[in-house]
């Protein structure tokens, strides 16, 4: 990894356990700021529960055990004294099926500022609409701002997610597989705008598609059985890896 | 493949028996129960017809059945005049018009029975709403905590419980209503009548809390977990994700809880008769006994004469309770099958 580059996150000797089963088994992985790094492997290895240990989902899922250090900010937010709310407001996530709230395309991307105590009408409204500006969908909808969210099209759906997601001016943008259920076209449109999103924020994505992943990521993680078997550049990851798994996985050989 | 005529192919249809008897009990079966629901409702409405068809014949009957009772006794004194007395007053006061049955007055035994129904239409909304007041917010209080926030195996342990509620004969709680609560309310407010519609709504609540709380719980977790999981992701706590997006999302189905807790209330019979103290009074004091619609009917019922006028108004007073209760649970119904999942549809 090249010196010059900022880390947004450190991963330190992670393991994670639902109940007995261990499912990510001592990960290390330093995250590169204002990068997009792709998160790869079959299905079952671990890479969307790595993701959703990074602003704390897991928590959420009963009998899930943490253990090791996710330093953001020089905190390791596994330590009691973090606030998972404010954490969770400066890594935001984008999940594989889009969904938004059933309200409003206004009423959605409002809700986080809401929410944080934004209640001037003007300042709201301002951020709704560079919120959809930055999501590459304010063209689409700005006329009907009223419309159920749910009345979009799927591709516009998960924009609006986006959309929902950067109103609340996060630091990082955690996405699991945003485009797995989009077609083609929606997915050049998600694929453009996390090309974009990256001068601003940094970028975590899982992804099933090895296209995918060498299009839009910088870096790569391969994830295998809750291993972190390789890490390294996109380019070097999709040419020459070091790992003979890994180009057997790449190349379509298992997996 | 065989082919001649009179062969048997295995592609026959066959006749099974226990599946044509199956089929058919279960098929008489489900109808019956649908036949008994049609059948008592045309049973109430027929018996409450004639305050919708007043006929001069019906006069006559009560005349005859007067005059059967009374009349014909031994030892009464001029039993002709007295049967004068009653056809000339039976026409105009003991003939249930509508006319009869706005009054303010429910004196259905008397020289001059009275049939206003307007005290125990009070009396029932009285009691219903208060029972819903106490009532729902606990209840609704109660199941977004086992939904949304409490973890697995104490959801597991408070959810039966509180349905345990529901299977409560009412006439233990309006027992326990009566020997217990409704002295414990008079020491703590110092009102003067011990029984009331006060102590008869909180009573209530007991049986509506089950029932709004279930509909609630299942409402609040039939709204998808993305959702929930979406406004976390954001930085919402828990509980501006319980307030701003289930509850919301879940509101028709919230609606149809107070609904059929509303339906509930205004029908029972066994808690407002042991708790209310029963008197027919037309005010709005929470803390006077009140008669309620269904207990007039649980109360009055055994003693009436057959086909008079006392029994047709009570069996009107049964019949409206019927399109009440009807009506309410037909618009929950439809609110949790129509508006719920349209929400998801983005309609």
């Known amino acids: 990894m090249r010196m010059d580059l900022q880390t947004e996150i450190i991963v330190e000797n992670l393991n994670l356990y639902y109940g007995k089963k261990k499912a990510l088994n001592n990960v290390s992985l330093s995250i590169p700021e204002n990068k997009v790094t792709a998160l790869i492997g079959p299905s079952g290895c671990g890479k969307s529960t790595f993701l959703r240990t990074l602003n704390r989902m897991n928590d959420l899922i009963e009998g899930v055990k943490i253990e090791g250090t996710v330093l953001f900010d020089d905190r390791n937010i596994y330590d009691n004294s973090v606030d998972v709310v404010e954490l969770r407001k400066r890594i935001g996530m984008i999940f594989q099926k889009s969904n938004p709230f059933p309200k409003s395309i206004y009423e959605n991307v409002a809700f986080g500022p809401k929410i944080n105590g934004v209640s001037n009408k003007s300042q709201l409204d301002e951020i709704v609409e560079q919120s959809l500006i930055r999501s590459a969908l304010w063209d689409e909808v700005k006329d009907d701002l009223n419309k159920s969210g749910l009345a979009l099209s799927g591709g516009q759906q998960q924009r609006l997610c986006i959309a ?34 990256k001068k601003k924020y940094t970028i975590i994505i899982v992804t099933h598609n090895m296209q995918q992943a060498a299009r839009v990521s910088d870096f790569t993680a391969f994830f295998y059985m809750g291993d972190l078997i390789e890490f390294t550049d996109t380019r070097k990851m999709f040419t020459a890896p070091d790992l003979k798994q890994t180009e057997d996985y790449i190349r379509g050989r298992f997996g | ?73 031994p030892g009464t004194e001029q039993p002709e005049n007295s049967l004068e007395l009653y056809s000339s007053y039976t026409p105009s006061h003991d003939v249930a018009s509508f006319k009869n049955l706005t009054g303010k007055n429910w004196q259905p035994v008397g020289e001059e029975p009275k049939y206003g129904v307007l005290p125990l239409i009070i009396g029932s909304l009285k009691v219903t709403v208060l029972a819903i007041l106490f009532g729902a917010p606990i209840a609704i209080l109660a199941a977004i905590f086992s939904a949304l926030f409490a973890p697995k195996g104490l959801r597991e342990i408070i959810k039966p419980i509180i349905e345990l509620l529901a299977s409560f004969p009412s006439v233990v709680i309006g027992f326990f209503a009566l020997v217990t609560l409704a002295t414990v309310l008079q020491n703590i407010f110092g009102y003067s009548y011990r029984l009331n519609a006060f102590v008869g709504g909180l009573a209530m609540a007991l049986a509506v809390i089950p029932i709004v709380y279930t509909v609630t719980e299942d409402a609040l977790t039939a709204i998808p977990k993305y959702m929930s999981e979406a406004s976390l992701a954001l930085g919402a706590t828990k509980w501006q994700t319980a307030l701003f997006v289930v509850m919301p999302a879940a509101t028709p189905g919230i609606f149809a809880a107070l609904l059929l807790g509303f339906g509930r209330a ?32 649980g109360a009055e019922m055994a003693e009436v004469v057959f086909g008079d006028t006392h029994y047709t108004v009570l069996f009107f007073i049964g019949a409206s309770l019927f399109v009440v209760t009807f009506a309410i649970n037909a618009i929950a119904e439809f609110y949790v099958r129509t508006k719920l999942m349209k929400r998801f549809r983005g309609e």
């Not at chain 2, 409702?41 to 059967?68: G, H, N, R």
């Open chain 2, 266 to 297: 205004f029908g029972e019979t066994m808690i407002v008769l042991m708790a209310t103290g029963n008197a027919p009074l037309s005010t709005f004091n929470i803390f006077e006994p009140v008669r309620t619609m269904s207990a007039t009917i």
């Open chain 1, 164 to 197: 929902r997601a950067l109103a609340v001016n996060p630091e990082v943008l955690l996405m699991d597989e945003p485009a797995s259920a989009l077609d083609p076209i929606s997915t050049t449109k998600i694929e453009d705008l996390i090309y974009e999103l």
């Open chain 2, 1 to 73: 493949m065989q082919k001649k005529n009179g062969n048997t192919n295995s592609l026959d249809r066959k006749f099974r028996l226990s599946e044509f008897l199956s089929e058919y009990i279960i098929k008489t079966v489900a109808f019956s129960s649908f036949a008994i629901i049609i059948l008592i409702f045309v049973f109430v409405f027929k018996e409450a017809a004639p305050i919708f068809f007043p006929k001069e014949k019906k006069a006559e009957t009560s005349q005859f059945l007067q005059s059967e009772t009374y009349g014909e006794e």
